[in-house]
């Protein structure tokens, strides 16, 4: 890990609120997995004070894609950089997918900005396994579809795709998942990890999981995002160092 | 013009006055990677107690105006396991050791500094009576003149290494605390911990962190620290480090006027960890330009 100054190159508005921050990063790209993760100073000033973790959306070449909506005044700030302006990014951080192994089909699970990772992934996996993205979120604005291949979509509102979860989803097609040998990997809101798992340990599916928390520094000296494990009880993970991907199995969720 | 940028604390002599504080560089492995650690007046541990400890659950921290919350609960490996694992590390670099004790009693603050003594790279002592985000020990104690005086005597008792009391800025009267921590026996007071606050999410009415309050910390508290630190040099004669949202080197200039012999950097190693080993290059080149040749010459040259 290192803190570089890497150069705006594009600001994409990709979907409803949806942006993608493109920039020169040779450094980084040449290193990081899918699944791991960045922590980027959006401003010199004090306020906001601390970086922003995004996880690595997609690489292309010198290229690095990350993936955000305006949530607050840090992410607001890096909607407005201009292309040549340089921003400090602190990382390749954490752990990513697991994505050696042998099964043959890689099962992508995303809700609504969960999404972010499986661009990149989608890229390093294609024509080394089969691809299946299921892809949910409340409403059909809340479903993002980006660079994802064989994507089946649900909606709780039922606005697009299966009127549902996207586990419900995965229920629905459940013959066809049993029926392949396949990893699950996903990253989403609690609510749907927590379901995504005990989905899993049902079916006996092996599943990796892309958390998040609220954290300061993002490797490891803030201490600040802790997860539980079910394996040491006595102490915390960190989701920054230990994580952000974890076998589900492995976090209390 | 050579500058001199060394500084004492008590019968420790640093190289220059820029120490990292406790809880901002865990056991000094990671932030390694971003700055030279012997480069560096010193490093503080992250708190030990006498048994591990595994923290409170999240959310532990939030963002505030120009700060951060934290509620960590003082998670540590313990005593025994950074003797074993985490010591060694730490060997490698020629850059003083101090260990942050915290403890939920007198008799655990003395244990562990008794065990820790021993240890020949632990250069000094930190001894933290000022957590607010634990229910036993930590904040009762900061609050507390006797319990102050007392800690600082039974520990003054158990080693013969410099001891600094970590104070809390939660008190009417910080002096006094400085004070009672001198005359039992302190080499140094550091100021000042965290300040307790909270946050709401408006939306759920809940708090932002699941402790309920924090410690509040980042450049929203710089001239909260200032003034205790001016308040505790103009009473007590006793060797300060300041501590309290220092930014950049020009933060270090001005904890040192009010009256710091030393400063301890501590959010912001969060936020650009390599920021530490540029402050003391920057205060150096400080020093240059305005003739200073010795950086101590700083310490209390506040004109009021």
């Not at chain 1, 890096?78 to 994505?99: Q, T, V």
């Not at chain 1, 954290?215 to 494990?229: D, H, L, R």
């Not at chain 2, 942050?100 to 562990?112: D, G, L, R």
């Not at chain 2, 302190?186 to 709401?200: M, Q, R, W």
Request: aromatic share 6%.
């Amino acid at each position: 890990m290192f803190i570089i100054n890497a150069p705006v190159e594009e600001i994409i508005e990709i979907d409803h609120h949806i942006y993608l921050l493109k920039v020169n990063a040779p450094r980084i790209t040449s290193i990081i997995k899918p699944g791991q993760f960045l922590n980027v100073r959006v401003s010199e000033r004090v306020s906001p004070l601390l970086r922003r973790p995004f996880s690595v959306c997609d690489v292309d070449g010198e290229h690095l894609y990350l993936m955000f909506n305006i949530l607050g005044e840090g992410t607001n700030i890096l909607a407005h950089k201009l292309k040549g302006s340089e921003i400090d990014i602190l990382g390749p951080l954490g752990n990513g997918f697991n994505i050696d192994g042998n099964y043959k089909t890689a099962v992508i699970v995303a809700g609504g900005l969960g999404a972010a990772p499986f661009p990149y992934f989608t890229r390093k996996l294609n024509g080394k396994k089969e691809i299946l993205s299921f892809v949910g979120g409340k409403s059909k604005d809340d479903v993002l579809t980006y660079n994802l291949k064989n994507v089946k979509e649900a909606t709780e509102d039922g606005s697009r795709g299966f009127r549902g979860n996207v586990v419900q989803l995965l229920e629905k097609n459940i013959e066809s998942l049993k029926s392949k040998k396949i990893k699950i990997f996903a990253c989403g809101p609690t609510l749907m990890l927590s379901a995504l798992k005990s989905f899993c340990i049902k079916n006996d599916f092996d599943c990796e999981v892309s958390t998040e928390c609220a954290m300061a520094c993002g490797f490891g000296i803030c201490q600040g995002c802790p997860i539980e494990s079910t394996t040491e009880r006595e102490k915390y993970l960190l989701v920054c160092k230990d994580g952000p991907v974890f076998n589900i199995k492995d976090i209390v969720i | 013009m050579n500058v001199d940028l060394s500084v004492n604390i008590g019968s420790l002599t640093l190289r220059n006055p820029i120490m990292l504080a406790s809880g901002t560089v865990g056991y000094g492995n990671e932030i390694s990677e971003f700055t030279d650690l012997n480069k560096l007046g010193a490093i503080i541990t992250k708190s030990l107690s006498l048994k591990p400890r595994k923290g409170n659950p999240p959310q532990r921290i939030t963002e505030t105006p120009a700060g951060m919350l934290n509620a960590i609960g003082l998670a540590n490996v313990g005593v025994e396991v950074f003797l074993k694992e985490k010591i060694p590390f730490l060997k490698k670099f020629d850059v003083p050791l101090i260990c942050n004790i915290a403890a939920s009693t007198i008799e655990e603050y003395v244990e562990c500094t008794q065990i820790l003594t021993e240890e020949e790279t632990i250069k000094a002592f930190e001894i933290n009576i000022s957590c607010p985000n634990v229910r036993e020990g930590g904040l009762i104690f900061g609050n507390d003149l006797n319990a102050v005086a007392k800690i600082t005597d039974k520990v003054r008792s158990a080693t013969d290494k410099p001891i600094i009391i970590k104070l809390s800025p939660n008190v009417s009267y910080i002096a006094a605390f400085a004070k009672a921590a001198k005359e039992n026996g302190a080499d140094a007071v550091s100021a000042i911990n965290t300040l307790v606050g909270t946050a709401f999410n408006i939306n759920t009415r809940k708090p932002k962190i699941q402790n309920v309050t924090g410690g509040l910390s980042g450049p929203a508290i710089k001239p909260v620290a200032l003034a205790k630190v001016l308040e505790i040099s103009k009473e007590v004669e006793i060797p300060i480090i300041g501590i309290g949202g220092i930014m950049d080197w020009k933060d270090v200039v001005e904890f040192m006027i009010a009256g710091s012999s030393a400063v301890q950097i501590g959010t912001l190693n969060f936020i650009d960890p390599s920021a530490p080993g540029k402050i003391v290059k920057q205060l150096e080149e400080y020093c240059e330009k305005m003739a200073i040749e010795n950086i101590s010459s700083l310490t209390a040259s506040y004109i009021l």
